[in-house]
């Protein structure tokens, strides 16, 4: 799998996973199997290669894309295995190559983390299980700081980027196949305006709906940074096909995140590209313009205009709902209420299930990551988030060279703010925004030595 992204390999990279798709679906205990054999060739790859490709990015990277997939289908051991693998993967991958002198802030941050659970200890009463507690909240931020020790300055090059792209994009494209086995058609009657479970497997429409966001942006990406007719037509094709299951999950989030991070890369690199490149891309974007809009009306049509009501924040009378953002305010609210009044250390990492119980009367888990660091860490809280969110930026205005970077960190700050962090995937992507691609396309510069 690990080979470069050349035509017949992608395409042959392609129809295994529809085949993997096609297997799940015939025989769902497939998906354990498939997900076990997957851990394991990539275990073996790394330490035999002593990660000198980064084949750890790569396996993280096909594991951030496949954890929703194997979720849905009954493949993982237990809930956060897809991020204990990216974790694992990338800790593997930083002993055999080590990390930049330069990751002293994302080191602090994880120190950071540190004393939130300190408090939980103390906070917490005997009916919650302590370590299913941590190990739930603070999984998703642990990742951000693995990911972002691994590919901070970590030089990569162009052609190893895309095998990482396509090793993200590959698993995505896989649940995507099985959706469309799962739910060939849809009928009005099965149609939820809150989330529609029926075109989702069954799942979550919130993290499908990020994946699949998810890959429609991969795709996109693929239109302008892949030189080659045939893969751009294929890849064409599978964005109508993303772009579709994406917005009848009924759920805006993966989906507005998707169509901003394409509006993000577009912008970078066009202003990028020679005079000779932009007319090329001009009329790749006016046809990407075309396809987006005609996916929008065949979605209108099949889910019989009810996407529309969705969008505008209508029920399915046309009447506008009184609460547009379905319920995320007032958690904000909460979690900030909770900051307000525990600024210093927080209510402890997990208590706000408890807190929002205590001060609503119900058991929800936060959707906002931001407000969760605020109201669970307190002032280590504050100074963990800008750490996150200020050092990428000094690292962009040094090194412009990674055209992924605002759409990655856009992905990142949007799909926390609607989804927190229940999958790999957004502290995966935050990661990958970090790294520093070198283009082989460049002709090497030579200097005449100096006589003295």
Known sequence: MINQPKSFSYIEILLLHIVMAVAIYLYRPMSGMILFGVLLYFTFIIIQNENRNNEALMAAAYIAGAEVFFRMTDGMVFYETGKYSVIIFMVIGMFFKGTSSKTVPFWTYLLFLIPGIIVASFAGTYEIEFRKLIAFNLSGPVTIGVSAL??????????????????????????????????????????????????????GPNQISTVLGMGAFLLVTRLFVIKN????????????????????????????????????????????????EVGRMNSKIFMLFAALILIWFYSSFKTFGLIENRYKSENAAGELKSDITTGRVELIETELHAFYYNPLLGIGVGMGREYR??????EINTHNEISRLLSEHGMFGVIALLILI??????????KNNYYFLAFMAFWFLTINHSAMRIALPAFVYGLALLYIVDEKKPPVHRKRLSY
Not at 159 to 185: C, G, H, I, N, W
Not at 251 to 275: E, P
Not at 357 to 362: A, C, F, V
């Open 150 to 203: 691994y590919c901070y300055y970590k030089k990569i090059k162009r052609k190893d980027f895309e095998r990482v792209v396509v090793m993200l994009l590959m698993p995505l494209l896989a649940q995507m196949f099985y959706l469309y086995l799962y739910t060939p058609s849809l009928k009005e009657g099965i149609i939820s305006l809150s989330g529609n479970y029926a075109a989702t497997g069954g799942y």
């Open 229 to 276: 007719r045939l893969v751009n037509i294929l890849d064409f094709i599978l964005l109508g096909m993303m772009g579709y299951r994406a917005v009848i999950t009924f759920s805006r989030g993966g989906v507005i995140t998707a169509i901003i991070c394409m509006i993000a890369f577009i912008i970078i690199f066009y202003y990028k590209q020679n005079s000779r």
């Open 390 to 399: 200020f050092v990428p930026i000094v690292f962009w205005t040094k090194f």
């Open 357 to 362: 119980e205590k001060n609503l009367g119900i």
